[in-house]
Structures are given as structure tokens and as C-alpha cells.
């Protein structure tokens, strides 16, 4: 989702925790049944990806994330939302996997119909702030980024911004539950380097 490394502080690999996250886990099979949720407990990877086995949709929850200390219930809740909605979001299309929404679209999906349908089909409601101030943390902690958008531009185009890079615009987008726009501004840049020669 946000991170993509390695736990530099230890998981905290508490019954209570792994019986938490099951929980979790369960809760989102039951008001997702046509996404298959796995957790690879013993990787140390900070991170949560949709991922497509031919026609089958995953999404991985590794252990790295699941178990971090600075991370509670309602910011994997989140998360594995966000991941989610990758999978079943409408709207922008990641360039590398058109099955499959862009970063936005899903943020905006795990916010409002994940969160919403979650909640209707298992009873989990989360605090969508806290878990998103949870994920501020960890990302702080674990120095995933400067925290600032680049501008970046097409030939042509005017100034193009994608939430998904600058944490503090995306976590104000997703609080807002802003709706994103059809066409991905990110999945163009990423496009458009991919055909530079």
C-alpha cells in the first residue's frame, strides 16, 4: 500500500494481536467472498498488495504491516480496504494492470462503499481517522517519502497531481471522501515515461 520495506522495529506477535488480525481477515472474506485475503505472516515487508493470480484476485497482507506496533486494527482495516479497491473500485486504471484501480480510486472506494459494505455485511465499523493518522505514523517512522507532491508534466498538459504522492493530500482526499477523477493523472505520467525512447 504505502511502504514497500522491511520492519526496522520489531512486530509485535502477540496472541491478542494474531487473533485481532484474523479477525480482520475474516471480517473482510465474509463482506468480500469474490477476494481471496492472505496473510505471509513471517515477512518482515512493511506493505498490502492486491495481486491477480489469472483470473483470481488476492489481496496479501504481509506480516511486516500486520504485526507493526505502530499500527492498529483500524489502520490495517484501511488498508486492506485500500487493497481491496484496487481490485473492485471503478474510476483511473493503473497503467501497469488496467485490472486493477489506480491508487486514488481505491483510496476513495476503501473510504466510502469498502467502508460502507464492510460495516453492513460483518458489523466492523473503524475509525477512519485514526487509521489514517496511524499510517502517517508509520510512514514518519519508517521514512517511506518526503512527504511532498513533485510537480510533474507532460509535454502539453497543464500541472498534473496525483494524491498518492504527497501523504498529507491524500490523507485530507480520503478524509473528505473526495471523488477522484475517471482519468488516473499518475497513470499518465507512468505511461507516458514508458514511451519515452
Not at 133 to 150: F, K, V
Not at 166 to 191: E, F, M, S, T, Y
Request: glycine content about 10%; hydrophobic content about 45%.
Amino acid at each position: 500500500m504505502l511502504f514497500n520495506r522491511s520492519a526496522s522495529t520489531p512486530p509485535r506477535q502477540s496472541k491478542a494481536r494474531h487473533k485481532a488480525v484474523g479477525a480482520l481477515i475474516g471480517d473482510l472474506a465474509t463482506a468480500f467472498p469474490a477476494i481471496e485475503f492472505r496473510l505471509a505472516q513471517i515477512s518482515k515487508v512493511i506493505n498490502a498488495q492486491a495481486t491477480l493470480f489469472g483470473e483470481s484476485r488476492a489481496v496479501l497482507l504481509y506480516g511486516g504491516l500486520a504485526f507493526h506496533p505502530r499500527v492498529g486494527i483500524d489502520g490495517l482495516c484501511f488498508a486492506l480496504l485500500h487493497e481491496t479497491g484496487h481490485h473492485l473500485a471503478s474510476g483511473g486504471r493503473l497503467p501497469w494492470d488496467p485490472r486493477l484501480a489506480c491508487e486514488c480510486a481505491a483510496d476513495a472506494w476503501a473510504a466510502t462503499t469498502g467502508a460502507g459494505k464492510l460495516l453492513e455485511k460483518t458489523g466492523r465499523d473503524f475509525d477512519l481517522k485514526l487509521a489514517l493518522n496511524d499510517l502517517a505514523l508509520l510512514e514518519a517512522s519508517e521514512g517511506s517519502g518526503d512527504g511532498h507532491c513533485h510537480e510533474e508534466k507532460r509535454p502539453g498538459a497543464e500541472f498534473v497531481a496525483c494524491w498518492s504522492k504527497d501523504w498529507r493530500a491524500r490523507r485530507n482526499g480520503i478524509l473528505a471522501k473526495r471523488v477522484v477523477p475517471h482519468d488516473c493523472p499518475l497513470a499518465a505520467i507512468v505511461l507516458d515515461f514508458a514511451q519515452q525512447p
